[in-house]
């Protein structure tokens, strides 16, 4: 997908916080890697732009190759149809944090689409091995 030679794109938009998005995270570390339509060899997705959030928590705009438009006026005929959308996955990663990974993440042709991430805080003495406590919803 990184060849895109019709000139379609879609546009990400990261907003890094925490505190149940109260307060943003500078300097966040946030990858978007290419996920293949069909990833059959369990290969790791490729990296396709790497940015770090900015005073605001903000990472990007990241521009993204994505299928043309016209590809949503046609119904799906069946497995091997074209998808419509382009997949990504978006990590995120910053010290004294637990790190995030959305691993399939929608974007469109000409549309601009914003992803807000709550990091978790490591508790002192925490490492990044243990995993996350639950969230209350």
């Known amino acids: 997908m990184n060849n895109n030679q019709n000139g379609n794109y879609g546009t990400l938009i990261v907003a890094v916080r925490t505190a149940r998005g109260a307060f943003p995270v500078a300097g966040a570390i946030v990858t978007v890697s290419e996920v293949p339509p069909k990833p059959s ?3 790791a997705p490729d990296a396709v732009a790497t940015r770090m959030s900015n005073i605001s928590g903000i990472a990007g705009p990241f521009r993204l190759p994505a299928p043309p438009p016209s590809l949503s006026m046609i119904p799906p005929s069946g497995p091997d149809s074209p998808l419509q959308f382009a ?3 978006v990590s995120v990663s910053h010290d004294g944090y637990y790190p995030y990974e959305s691993p399939s993440e ?5 549309v601009t689409s914003y992803m807000e991430i709550n990091l978790i805080p490591l508790a002192e003495y925490d490492t990044i091995d243990s995993e996350p406590p639950a969230m209350r919803t």
């Open 41 to 43: 060899d369990g290969a």
């Open 87 to 89: 997949i990504y996955s």
């Open 106 to 110: 929608p974007i469109f042709s000409g």
